[in-house]
């Protein structure tokens, strides 16, 4: 039943030797690899905005070009520092890996940690903008933004268990159409303003405020900004998904990747503030502007906000490819649970799947899908791992003093130091906006992370066979010592003794009396059997059957010689329907962990079926 | 730590040997068992107001006093016919046991399923009032009313699980000061009006209503005023608890007791109707007469509500004592599950006293404590009891036709249609007003207790050794079949494998190969061991290693002989914390619940401990 709804909704099992992997030219590269670096930018300018307006109003606009001229220097810099991860990490460069082969485990597993926290950031908040979008152009849909957005982290779960593979049309036309669809509003809006010198009609004039214009609050909306940077690391991860040459094509697409960012993120700040947008809860900033220049019902504005929503989906996916497979990267070194590492029937990572789908769902939920109560959230994780990653390189080169080293040393220390910066800035000017949140999670993370690893190393030490394993084989077999207990003659007992009786070893057959007539009727029982197996009878005056079998079977392992164990047969008999458990007792189970916990005890379990 | 927290909360466990009972006298008889009775006595005069004043108003009183002769009259009639039932059935006759031994099983069961129902209602109804009783004399906890009544709940089931002995002073004299308080109000208050003359003050008269008295009126206020009679049949029950000569002496407590519940009952609806008394919310009717007849600041308006309190907990109490003992009767007859047949560590049964409390603390919730809602629920199970008891009893003596049977036959019969009619009464004029869902509830009950009966005959014919036990005994022990499966050479293989060459059988070491590197590396490590049992490999292309195991035993299993049995051996590392479980696939568990429906299948669990 529960094997035929999930192969109806992910497919049939794959094979383990189909396991392919489609390798990009740099034309399908770009959009696939690009789309969470993009399609932030349709939501940063909105969070500058947010940040001012209620401050300074109708003054904001300036401010917010310089910021977005910040953020773009801020890019360059990351740019030719990812060129040179690229250059150093033909198999992916992750910040994980970076930071824990140049600087140590614990750098590293912050790394993890704040990517961790991110990706599970990014689908929320990208289904969320997504969903925005949808709401922008289609108002009525506003009651039910927590349900589409759900629904969307739904659809990407089952495609993803499902295994999309990354297919370039399904993936790559996407972008390509929203980089279309936005390069168009912000040509004509330009040409518009600029050219015809059209001055945009129907816009309200909010009051202008008169307060000054603080440093922190500059400060908070840059911070706030730099959301359009994420997804910047996806290229230098993805390095081997490239066709030959392929870190020269990453190359190419990290620099094309952030000429897309800098023409997109500046031509919706300058259109933002040409038709004097401010942000309003029912419809965002990109829609306002799409609104000014296409007009409201014009299809080139649907155009826009569709392919926004399907961008951001797209976004949400790539957290989707990447969080199960760091996963099953820190699985494997042991730092999560080893269940990550495998494989589901249709070889994507389920089990890291899955999570992110509750984790995602629950921020969604207890969020009420408002991505501008997620952002603060957000941005702080990516330039930790920005910092890491970038420190992990600047590392490598003063320790190995390769080639020209100094040089290189400079541009990854410069992308160190500037990520680190903007960390601080984050941490600070968002922190009571919920950006403590992020600070607790990180090292909360890292200590369960470390308490795994300890774990699984102990268990790897209890269980690894250090000598010749053959000096651990017993060469003489010792004698079975079998305690069969028994609560009356039935079929089922037969048969558990039947079957001990195969064993070849001395058995007992052990009742705890709780009723002496029951007691006498068992000994007649068992006396028409005619085995001479010894019947072992003791007294329950506190009726604790259990209890009092334990304590036998301590007292007899306390007699075993070396090397020898004790079974102990249990029958069991097994009900076709398992609702009618509730009527048995559930002893046995009880026991049967009970009994386990005893170093030196086997337990077997004889199944007797009862027909209906 | 469960079990320290028990023993403080119930007390430690008592030996089988140490259960007694205490017999009692007619003095202490009468105030233990008749709590029930006369405490309901305290609610059914205001059940009768509730359905008359509203429509009728001020012309309330003359009707209410024809209903209460009426219902008196009833009374009368279900004592002479329950003396009866005391003389046939010295070992206490309940309606179950009357029931199905004279009339049949179904009978039987519709009778033991009306008392359950009306057990777990006297309990929130009892319980209810009796909180209404305190909230009456301070108004101020009125808005706790629900956590109050749970309060009750809770100590009376720790009380019950630590198994009160029926102590003669705690049960009795509560009882006792009841009857006191109460007589003590009905004697001051007739003394005061007829006697003394004088009027009641500060009664405020409503506006009289002028509309026509209905039959169905009549009729709905009489079914309301028969909860007055709910724990009659509480004294036939328990016949065996009387001392010597015990009928005589249940039945001289029956006849007090009837007159008891004839005086309280008319003196209290008497007084309603000399002092006016209209139902309210905030305070009991008995509340209300007491203000009258003391006033409101008295130490006697006091007594009268803590006693009224106390009876009503106690009246919960003997449900406490009865339904426990009921299910497990049902219990030994198969009809509901085993385990409410056993005594726990208190020789109470415990896991009917927790039925209990989970039953009835869910009515209080979702009642919100008001026992106005629940008491139309109420009465009907009461009365088809008493009508399925009395009939038995009616067909016991035409049946058997021993001693003056015609005209006992005439008294029981009378009974049966007098509470046959009453059933019909109470069920048509409650039905809409909650009636209907015990009336779903009682054959629901019966249908479960059938089939529960059907599955235990059903485990018995299983189980059960027809010809001599000796023939199902294996002359000749056929030989083992091991199957070891192995995931890696480690420390847990090795034991598990030294284990299973003790129980001398074929064995053989079976691996599902989902990864082709680590199969190899474990083929070596296994050549070291250096051991001669074959190491069968198969491979998993879609990783489904315990499907593929299952496969194998099957195959395994339709080559085994006649009377030969398949055994697994599953190597099991056990783990001291237990949440560590969760990084650890939980696939053996899984397999061993798969193996175990096999019905030649033994599984072995051989633990291995780590160590933290």
Same mark, same amino acid.
């Given at each position: 039943?529960?094997? +035929? ?81 690229? /250059? ?27 990517? =961790?926290? /991110? ?9 969320? @903008? ?28 089952? %495609? ?17 159409? *929203? ?41 908070? @909306? ?8 994420? %997804? ?62 296409? %007009?409201? /019902?014009?299809?080139? *504005? ?30 494997? /070194? ?15 990572? =389920? ?33 930790? =791992? ?7 390189? *600047? ?20 992308? @160190?130091?500037?990520? @680190? ?99 006498? +009727? ?55 329907? =398992? ?34």
């Amino acid at each position: 039943m529960f094997k +035929k709804i999930k192969s109806i909704l992910i497919g049939k099992a794959i094979k383990s030797t189909e396991s392919e992997h489609q390798k990009f030219s740099v034309i399908w590269g770009l959009p696939i690899l690009s789309s969470d670096a993009i399609s932030s930018v349709s939501y940063a300018s909105e969070e500058i905005l947010m940040v001012l307006v209620p401050v300074i109003g109708m003054a904001s606009y300036k401010p917010m070009m310089a910021i977005a001229a910040a953020i773009v220097c801020l890019l360059v810099i990351l740019v030719f520092s990812y060129r040179q991860t690229i /250059d150093c990490y033909p198999q992916g460069g992750g910040s994980y890996r970076v930071a824990s082969e140049n600087i140590g485990r614990i750098p590293g597993l912050v790394a993890a940690a704040s990517l =961790s926290t /991110d990706y599970v950031l990014t689908v929320a908040v990208s289904t969320c @903008a997504g969903t925005a979008a949808i709401t922008s152009a289609f108002p009525e849909l506003l009651p039910y933004r927590v349900g589409i957005t759900l629904f969307l982290i739904l659809v990407l779960t089952l %495609g993803n268990l499902r295994g999309i593979r990354e297919s370039s049309i399904l993936f790559g036309v996407p972008t390509y159409l *929203f980089v279309f669809s936005i390069l168009a509003m912000i040509v004509t809006g330009i040409v518009r303003v600029l050219v015809l010198g059209q001055v945009p009609q129907n816009v309200p004039v909010p009051q202008q405020s008169i307060q000054d214009i603080s440093v922190f609050l500059i400060l908070r @909306a840059f911070a706030s900004g730099c959301t359009a940077l994420t %997804g910047v690391e996806a290229i230098s991860d993805g390095v081997p998904n490239f066709k030959a040459p392929s870190q020269k094509n990453a190359k190419r697409v990290l620099v094309m990747l952030a000429s897309l960012v800098f023409v997109i993120f500046i031509g919706v700040c300058y259109l933002a503030s040409m038709y004097h947008v401010t942000p309003k809860s029912d419809i965002t900033v990109v829609a306002q502007i799409a609104t000014g220049v296409f %007009g409201r /019902d014009s299809m080139m *504005f649907y155009l826009v906000q569709a392919t926004t929503a399907l961008i951001l989906v797209m976004a949400a996916n790539t957290a989707f490819a990447d969080l199960p497979l760091l996963l099953s990267l820190l699985a494997k /070194d042991g730092f999560v649970a080893r269940s990550f590492a495998t494989r589901g029937t249709r070889l994507s990572f =389920s089990n890291g799947i899955m999570l992110l789908f509750i984790l995602s769902s629950t921020l969604v939920i207890v969020f009420k899908a408002d991505q501008h109560h997620l952002l603060p959230l957000y941005a702080v994780g990516v330039f930790l =791992s920005f910092t890491l990653s970038q420190t992990g390189m *600047f590392r490598r080169w003063i320790t190995r003093k390769e080639g020209k080293w100094r040089h290189k040393a400079v541009i990854n220390g410069c992308g @160190a130091i500037v990520s @680190a910066i903007t960390c601080i800035v984050l941490s600070v000017t968002k922190f009571l906006l919920g950006a403590w949140v992020v600070l607790i999670c990180i090292p909360a993370l890292i200590c369960l992370m470390l308490v795994i690893r300890r774990h699984y190393d102990k268990v790897r030490d209890n269980l690894v066979i250090e000598k010749s394993g053959n000096e651990l084989i017993h060469k003489v077999p010792t004698e079975n010592c079998i305690i069969l207990p028994i609560q009356s003659v039935n079929k089922s007992f037969v048969k558990a003794l039947n079957y001990a009786m195969t064993l070849g070893g001395k058995i007992e057959i052990y009742h705890v009396s709780t009723d002496q007539a029951a007691t006498e +009727k068992l000994i007649n029982q068992y006396r028409q059997l005619k085995v001479d197996f010894p019947l072992v009878i003791e007294e329950a005056p506190y009726r604790n059957v259990n209890e009092m079998l334990i304590a036998h079977v301590d007292a007899r392992l306390a007699r075993l010689e070396p090397h020898q164990m004790l079974t102990v047969v249990l029958p069991q008999f097994i009900i076709p329907k =398992s609702w009618h458990y509730l009527l048995h007792n559930q002893t046995s189970l009880r026991l049967k962990s009970a009994l386990l916990k005893r170093r030196d005890v086997a337990v077997i379990s004889v199944p007797y079926i009862i027909n209906e």
